[in-house]
């Protein structure tokens, strides 16, 4: 699989040579940032939470959950829960909050309501409300909205049964509390799933399921207007089970990221494309290593912000206090301690917390770091007889030179980072057979070897 710098120069040299444009668009170079809403589950239900999440990213790739990955927004009213959030940014440079009014995983669930919140910024939220979009015995599932020029209203395209199968309903509305009838917006014939209408250039971008084939597919409309698309792309497809939808356009000027939530086998694992076309068929799949979603994150929405909004948002919610160790050779795996071994697990995994490290200066050398557990306190990883293991701290100094180590760039990848032994210089935490160990590497190590010691400091 190609690094996403090749992807992206590949796609760049092919947008050249077809006379694409390369600049982001006028709405987009203001941004240097994106948000992203959530709800999380996880394998075995630990981490579940069906309210609003919020995370930032500057890269539109990697990102870094806010509020210690805890709700920032929570129902009160209708089933108390929320599923497939989505910020809106209004006209007036506020924002909205749409939801889908379930709680916990039914499989069927009739709810003609919808969450909405207002909010300035995404630091707080106020004027919760569940207006009613329809009468029909049906879900309103993944609401979402945009801004349609024509009409001077509000889109709202949800997921529901029409009676004869599942297609995209939309109701407009100026206020997100008055909504009008609602009305067919997608109807190709076959069953659908999860709309995401993604405006730009003057034309109607949507991305969705075809619940018949399993595949996302990307649509074009010139006007926006209900049952005005045609579908552009071939069924795109990673993992066994895809689904949610979200069209992106880069503030960089790198064109368009298309990502896609997989619910099968594993549950919650993020997929990426990229394309320098949004008209175009031209989607490449991006390699698990070039991005990061949230732990347990569910059905996303993303919205760009400003620089100065991305900092207002981790002012006010905070940073994690944790970090989170992703392999380079195995990117779907992160270290993890499981009966006191540590090792790379993939994710998802139960417990989540298990993956999570404080990286705290190290033990027997500040200019070091020492990985310190979230959900054992005052246990770090050390190495005993090469083997890196999460023990106690005794307090010896024995135990602060075995658990101390220094970061250097990565020997696979220099933007990645290797882990150097403090107590053992000439040796480095690798992985074997899944198991973390010190072994010496040098210029003469292999390729393999080589990734194997190399971690990318994450979210």
């Known amino acids: ?201 003057g034309a109607y971008y949507l991305a969705y399921k075809n619940t018949d084939d399993g595949n996302l597919y990307v649509a074009r409309s010139a006007t926006g207007a209900p049952n005005s698309y045609e579908t552009l792309t071939g069924g795109l497809k990673q993992g066994d089970a895809i689904e949610a939808p979200i069209l992106v356009e880069s503030h960089s000027g790198n064109g368009f990221w298309l990502w896609g939530d997989s619910f099968w086998p594993a549950n919650g694992v993020f997929y990426a494309w990229s394309s320098p076309d949004i008209g175009g068929d031209n989607w490449s799949a991006l390699h698990l290593r070039d991005f990061t979603a949230p732990i347990s994150a569910k059905h996303a929405g993303i919205t760009p912000i400003t620089k100065a909004e991305r900092d207002n948002l981790v002012d006010a919610w905070g940073a994690p206090r944790w970090r989170r160790l992703k392999s380079y050779n195995y990117a779907q795996r992160y270290v993890r301690h499981k009966g006191y071994d540590a090792r790379l697990d993939p994710f998802p995994m139960e417990l989540p917390a298990d993956q999570q490290w404080r990286m705290k200066p190290g033990l027997a050398n500040p200019d070091g770091m020492s990985f310190e557990s979230m959900n054992f306190p005052g246990h770090y990883l050390r190495q005993v007889d090469f083997a890196v293991r999460l023990e106690a701290d005794d307090g010896t100094a024995a135990f602060a030179e075995s658990a101390t180590f220094h970061a250097e760039a990565g020997l696979a990848e220099s933007s990645w980072t290797s882990f150097r032994s403090h107590s053992l210089p000439d040796r480095f935490i690798r992985h074997a057979d899944f198991l973390l160990r010190l072994d010496q590497i040098g210029p003469g190590s292999d390729q393999t070897t080589r990734e194997d010691a190399t971690f990318r400091i994450t979210y």
Not at 61 to 73: E, F, G, H, S, Y
Not at 112 to 138: C, E, K, N, Q
């Open 1 to 201: 699989m190609p690094s996403r710098r090749a992807v992206l120069l590949t796609a760049l040299a092919s947008a050249a040579a077809a006379g694409l444009p390369l600049k982001a668009s006028a709405a987009q170079q203001k941004y240097a940032a994106y948000a992203m809403c959530y709800f999380k589950e996880s394998p075995e239900r630990s981490d579940d939470s069906f309210a609003l999440h919020l995370a930032v990213s500057t890269d539109g790739l990697n990102w870094m959950p806010l509020n210690q990955n805890d709700p920032v927004a929570t129902p009160t009213a209708g089933s108390e829960g929320l599923r497939d959030p989505f910020i809106q940014r209004k006209q007036d440079g506020t924002f909205v909050v749409l939801a889908t009014d379930l709680n916990g995983r039914p499989e069927e669930f009739v709810n003609r309501h919808i969450h909405v919140w207002d909010s300035a910024d995404l630091t707080s939220f106020s004027g919760y409300r569940r207006p009613r979009l329809h009468d029909m015995p049906t879900h309103s599932w993944a609401p979402t909205s945009f801004w349609d020029t024509a009409r001077k209203q509000y889109a709202v395209v949800y997921s529901a049964n029409n009676g004869t199968r599942n297609v995209f309903m939309v109701n407009y509305t100026t206020d997100f509390t008055t909504m009008s009838e609602p009305e067919v917006y997608f109807d190709p014939g076959f069953h659908v799933l999860d709309g995401y209408v993604l405006p730009y250039d």
